[in-house]
Nanobody, 124 residues
Framework: QVQPVESGGGLVQSGGSLKLSCVLSGRTFSSYTMAWFRQAPGKEREFVAAFSDIRESTYYADSVKGRFTISRDRATNTLYLEMNSLRPEDTAVYHC?????????????????WGQGTQVTVSS
């Protein structure tokens, strides 16, 4: 079983930065598509960004484009999300997800493995 484990969340002021990490543990495969989703209280889980190992491509939600950067270190099986110019509306639990399907998908049902999440709170 593949298990993503997130870290790096916290409390930051509006305009600040945070960097999230997600390490894959357990059974590993040679390549993945990995993504970050977030879920605010009372809202549905929404796509943030994704990285495809096979296609070496990235994709971002419009709401974070230009502010967030997703990256991947395959040697350590780690996914990162660097978040800059944070806004109060970015406050949510951020979840890491993975699938062995090579294409990038923007819906939660496209991913097989999920982490427990890390809380990001942006104060105004």
């Amino acid at each position: 079983q593949v298990q993503p484990v997130e870290s790096g969340g916290g409390l930051v002021q509006s305009g600040g930065s945070l960097k999230l990490s997600c390490v894959l543990s357990g059974r590993t495969f040679s390549s993945y598509t990995m993504a970050w989703f977030r879920q605010a209280p009372g809202k549905e889980r929404e796509f943030v960004a994704a990285f495809s190992d096979i296609r070496e491509s990235t994709y971002y939600a419009d709401s974070v484009k230009g502010r967030f950067t997703i990256s991947r270190d395959r040697a350590t099986n780690t996914l990162y999300l660097e978040m800059n110019s944070l806004r109060p509306e970015d406050t949510a639990v951020y979840h890491c997800a993975a699938t062995t399907f090579p294409g990038i998908q923007t819906v939660p049902t496209g991913y097989d493995y999920w982490g427990q999440g890390t809380q990001v709170t942006v104060s105004s």
